[in-house]
Protein backbone atom coordinates (compact mmCIF):
# COMPACT_ATOMS: atom_id res chain seq x y z
CA UNK A 1 0.00 0.00 0.00
CA UNK A 2 2.72 2.42 0.82
CA UNK A 3 3.92 2.11 -2.52
CA UNK A 4 1.15 2.92 -4.32
CA UNK A 5 0.97 5.99 -2.22
CA UNK A 6 4.39 7.06 -3.35
CA UNK A 7 3.82 6.65 -7.13
CA UNK A 8 0.30 8.58 -6.98
CA UNK A 9 2.66 11.32 -4.77
CA UNK A 10 5.84 11.39 -7.16
CA UNK A 11 3.55 11.30 -10.73
CA UNK A 12 1.01 13.99 -9.25
CA UNK A 13 4.66 15.99 -8.14
CA UNK A 14 5.11 15.23 -11.65
CA UNK A 15 2.35 16.77 -13.43
CA UNK A 16 2.07 19.75 -11.18
CA UNK A 17 6.08 20.40 -11.99
CA UNK A 18 6.44 19.22 -16.20
CA UNK A 19 7.00 22.37 -17.25
CA UNK A 20 9.76 22.96 -14.87
CA UNK A 21 13.30 21.16 -14.82
CA UNK A 22 12.58 17.59 -12.69
CA UNK A 23 15.29 15.79 -11.62
CA UNK A 24 15.14 12.48 -9.06
CA UNK A 25 17.12 14.69 -6.57
CA UNK A 26 14.66 17.46 -7.11
CA UNK A 27 11.49 14.90 -6.48
CA UNK A 28 13.42 13.19 -3.71
CA UNK A 29 13.78 16.45 -1.78
CA UNK A 30 10.01 17.55 -2.39
CA UNK A 31 8.68 14.61 -1.24
CA UNK A 32 11.17 14.15 1.47
CA UNK A 33 12.25 10.72 0.35
CA UNK A 34 15.84 9.16 -0.93
CA UNK A 35 16.11 9.12 -4.52
CA UNK A 36 17.01 5.91 -4.18
CA UNK A 37 14.20 4.82 -2.45
CA UNK A 38 11.86 6.65 -5.53
CA UNK A 39 13.98 5.40 -7.78
CA UNK A 40 13.08 1.82 -6.71
CA UNK A 41 9.89 1.93 -5.76
CA UNK A 42 8.18 3.71 -8.57
CA UNK A 43 10.56 1.17 -11.16
CA UNK A 44 8.89 -1.57 -9.20
CA UNK A 45 5.33 -0.25 -9.17
CA UNK A 46 5.25 0.92 -12.53
CA UNK A 47 7.79 -0.82 -14.48
CA UNK A 48 9.67 2.38 -16.08
CA UNK A 49 12.72 4.66 -14.63
CA UNK A 50 11.16 8.01 -13.59
CA UNK A 51 12.97 9.87 -16.09
CA UNK A 52 11.39 7.48 -18.80
CA UNK A 53 7.97 8.36 -17.54
CA UNK A 54 8.90 12.14 -17.48
CA UNK A 55 10.43 12.21 -21.01
CA UNK A 56 7.37 9.85 -22.34
CA UNK A 57 4.56 12.65 -20.44
CA UNK A 58 6.69 15.38 -21.87
CA UNK A 59 6.72 13.80 -25.79
CA UNK A 60 3.03 13.37 -25.17
CA UNK A 61 2.10 16.85 -24.38
CA UNK A 62 4.31 18.34 -26.92
CA UNK A 63 2.61 15.19 -29.57
CA UNK A 64 -0.99 17.25 -28.55
CA UNK A 65 0.63 20.86 -28.53
CA UNK A 66 1.42 20.06 -31.98
CA UNK A 67 -2.01 19.00 -32.95
CA UNK A 68 -3.55 21.77 -31.26
CA UNK A 69 -1.58 24.80 -31.32
CA UNK A 70 -0.19 26.69 -34.57
CA UNK A 71 3.23 27.44 -32.13
CA UNK A 72 6.29 26.49 -33.85
CA UNK A 73 8.44 23.12 -33.24
CA UNK A 74 11.39 24.81 -31.55
CA UNK A 75 9.28 26.06 -29.15
CA UNK A 76 7.28 23.10 -28.44
CA UNK A 77 11.22 21.61 -28.07
CA UNK A 78 11.86 23.86 -25.85
CA UNK A 79 8.90 23.56 -23.43
CA UNK A 80 10.11 19.71 -23.54
CA UNK A 81 13.21 20.33 -22.35
CA UNK A 82 15.05 19.82 -25.44
CA UNK A 83 17.96 22.03 -25.95
CA UNK A 84 17.41 21.94 -29.70
CA UNK A 85 14.80 21.27 -32.50
CA UNK A 86 17.65 18.12 -33.74
CA UNK A 87 16.92 16.39 -30.28
CA UNK A 88 13.28 16.95 -29.75
CA UNK A 89 12.88 15.37 -33.25
CA UNK A 90 15.01 12.32 -32.81
CA UNK A 91 13.23 11.67 -29.49
CA UNK A 92 10.21 12.23 -30.82
CA UNK A 93 10.52 10.05 -34.07
CA UNK A 94 11.90 7.39 -32.04
CA UNK A 95 8.76 7.64 -29.75
CA UNK A 96 5.69 8.21 -32.25
CA UNK A 97 7.84 7.02 -35.46
CA UNK A 98 7.18 9.62 -37.64
CA UNK A 99 8.51 13.70 -37.49
CA UNK A 100 7.10 16.70 -35.47
CA UNK A 101 6.10 18.11 -38.90
CA UNK A 102 4.89 15.24 -40.11
CA UNK A 103 2.86 14.22 -37.18
CA UNK A 104 1.56 17.67 -37.35
CA UNK A 105 -0.23 17.34 -40.97
CA UNK A 106 -2.14 14.18 -39.74
CA UNK A 107 -3.74 16.75 -37.36
CA UNK A 108 -4.64 13.41 -35.30
CA UNK A 109 -3.28 13.73 -31.51
CA UNK A 110 -2.81 9.75 -30.13
CA UNK A 111 -1.47 9.92 -26.75
CA UNK A 112 1.62 7.70 -26.20
CA UNK A 113 1.99 8.45 -22.61
CA UNK A 114 -1.10 8.88 -20.38
CA UNK A 115 -0.60 9.47 -16.63
CA UNK A 116 0.05 7.03 -14.28
CA UNK A 117 -3.02 7.14 -11.69
CA UNK A 118 -2.96 4.45 -8.82
CA UNK A 119 -5.87 3.45 -6.74
CA UNK A 120 -6.88 0.82 -4.59
CA UNK A 121 -7.40 -1.91 -7.16
CA UNK A 122 -3.77 -0.33 -8.57
CA UNK A 123 -5.07 0.93 -12.21
CA UNK A 124 -3.25 3.37 -14.30
CA UNK A 125 -5.17 5.27 -16.80
CA UNK A 126 -3.25 3.96 -19.98
CA UNK A 127 -4.90 0.61 -18.94
CA UNK A 128 -1.20 -0.99 -19.35
CA UNK A 129 -0.52 -3.84 -17.52
CA UNK A 130 2.62 -5.15 -16.16
CA UNK A 131 3.72 -8.44 -14.01
CA UNK A 132 1.15 -8.89 -11.73
CA UNK A 133 -1.37 -6.42 -12.74
CA UNK A 134 0.90 -3.07 -11.73
CA UNK A 135 0.86 -0.43 -14.16
CA UNK A 136 3.64 0.51 -16.34
CA UNK A 137 4.76 2.83 -18.79
CA UNK A 138 3.42 2.10 -22.32
CA UNK A 139 5.64 -0.68 -23.60
CA UNK A 140 5.54 1.94 -26.69
CA UNK A 141 7.73 4.00 -24.83
CA UNK A 142 10.46 1.15 -23.15
CA UNK A 143 10.31 -0.58 -26.68
CA UNK A 144 10.94 2.88 -28.80
CA UNK A 145 13.21 4.11 -26.20
CA UNK A 146 16.00 1.47 -26.33
CA UNK A 147 15.77 1.66 -30.38
CA UNK A 148 13.24 -0.91 -31.67
CA UNK A 149 10.37 -0.47 -33.79
CA UNK A 150 6.78 -0.91 -32.54
CA UNK A 151 5.00 -4.39 -32.92
Do not use: W
Request: charged content about 25%; proline content about 3%; glycine content about 8%.
Amino acid sequence: MEGRNIIQKITEYIENHIEEDLSLDKIAKELNYSKYYIARTFARGTGCTVYRYIQGRRLTLAAQKLVETDAPIIEIAGEAHYGSQQAFTLAFERLYLDAPQAYRKKGIFEPVQTIIKMNDMISCSAGAYGTYGKPHCSNRILYRIRGGMAA
